[in-house]
């Protein structure tokens, strides 16, 4: 159906109903031809349905289904790709679904590809490093017409094959020391540096950063902009100040519980995102700690979930969303035309004030 996302859980990568993989063993050979004849249309009905085309009679789009259903048809993409054809399919490797960082860049990309007439196959590697690179192998063997690769942890041991291979994709919020990858990322280094800046506004010296996974070039550039920012306002780094994270809850939790235990606590946290930020607010409240009266929290990202925590979070937004729609446009792009020059869009962040940071006299 038009735009179904396929999720990868497994080494295999399309998910069927029991019922499905049972019809499916008895009728191997089921051909769109045969599902025309079922349905009694013609076999281009057929295929135009199966594609999600919008221009066929919904009564003749149910019966189409219903057939296909019950003939237990499953379309060959592998032999339409050795056809020559385009499959009209997109793989999305992402670390998880457990996060609304990325689910609003799934969002976003799954409109633009509905809107452009693509579907989406979706893989997860729970940031496992090896399951990454075999996904991509078998992503570039013929599954899809071109990749969308979501904070990956390495990059460099696959993205020599997908280049040799001239296959198709985007990186999405990670960097290429190589210059040959279509990138959309956020201003993440300004971001960073325009969050710390604003508590040193607010009257904040004392200002620690709990960063993200540092094998990812986000959570690199919001640590240098940090440092700048400190550095720009002659405030000294301390580096016990400075604690490394993974871009989750649990450890801006644990991280939280070290800080405020400092004999000299910091007057303010820099979350490298709102999750960890999520983590930090959890673990300061549990201390018997007020926000922000006895701490300042910011987080980066702007997720659905920083204005339904107590207080309100502030945080830097990126525009998540849009992020995913400017990959896929990156990506088709690309499709369309092999042999144009790689490029790297990068969106704008922005300060969201709102509930969780306060001023301070110098002297706190």
């Not at 696959?158 to 990186?171: S, T």
Request: with cysteine; hydrophobic share 35%.
């Amino acid at each position: 159906m038009k735009n179904q996302i396929l999720q990868s859980f497994t080494e295999s990568s399309w998910v069927m109903s029991r019922e499905n993989k049972q019809s499916t063993k008895k009728n191997h050979n089921i051909t769109i031809v045969d599902v025309a004849r079922d349905s009694g249309v013609s076999y281009s009905t057929v295929s135009r349905v199966l594609n999600g085309y919008e221009y066929v009679k919904e009564s003749t789009r149910e019966r189409v289904l219903a057939s296909a259903e019950k003939l237990g048809y499953v379309a060959n993409l592998q032999a339409r790709s050795l056809a020559g054809g385009k499959m009209h399919v997109v793989g999305l490797l992402v670390p998880g679904l457990d996060n609304g960082y990325i689910a609003e860049i799934v969002r976003g990309a799954d409109d633009e590809l509905f809107r452009s007439d693509y579907n989406m196959m979706l893989y997860t590697t729970h940031r496992y490093q090896g399951k990454e690179s075999e996904y991509v192998k078998s992503i570039y063997s013929g599954l899809t017409d071109g990749l969308l690769l979501l904070v990956p942890l390495t990059t460099t041991s696959y993205l020599d094959a997908l280049q040799a291979q001239n296959f198709p994709y985007v990186l999405i919020d990670q960097a290429d020391s190589t210059n040959r990858s279509n990138i959309v990322d956020s201003t993440n280094w300004q971001g960073a540096y325009d969050a710390t800046n604003y508590l040193i506004g607010l009257g904040h010296r004392k200002i620690a950063h709990i960063t993200g996974l540092m094998g990812l070039s986000s959570a690199t550039e919001r640590l240098e902009g940090y440092k700048a920012a400190l550095t720009d306002h002659n405030i000294s780094v301390d580096e016990n100040y400075i604690l490394h994270g993974d871009f989750y809850q649990h450890l801006g939790y644990t991280h939280a519980q070290t800080l405020v235990n400092m004999s000299e606590r910091p007057t303010a946290i820099f979350a490298a995102n709102d999750l960890t930020a999520i983590g930090v607010m959890e673990a300061v409240r549990e201390f018997g700690l007020s926000i922000p009266e006895d701490l300042s929290i910011i987080g980066f990202d702007d997720i659905p979930q920083s204005v339904i925590t107590y207080p309100k979070l502030t945080t830097m937004h990126q525009s998540l969303e849009q992020m995913g729609r400017v990959a896929v446009q990156l990506l088709l792009e690309q499709i369309e035309n092999p042999e144009r020059p790689a490029r790297r869009i990068t969106l704008a962040t922005r300060l969201v004030e709102r509930e969780s940071c306060r001023e301070i006299s110098v002297s706190e």
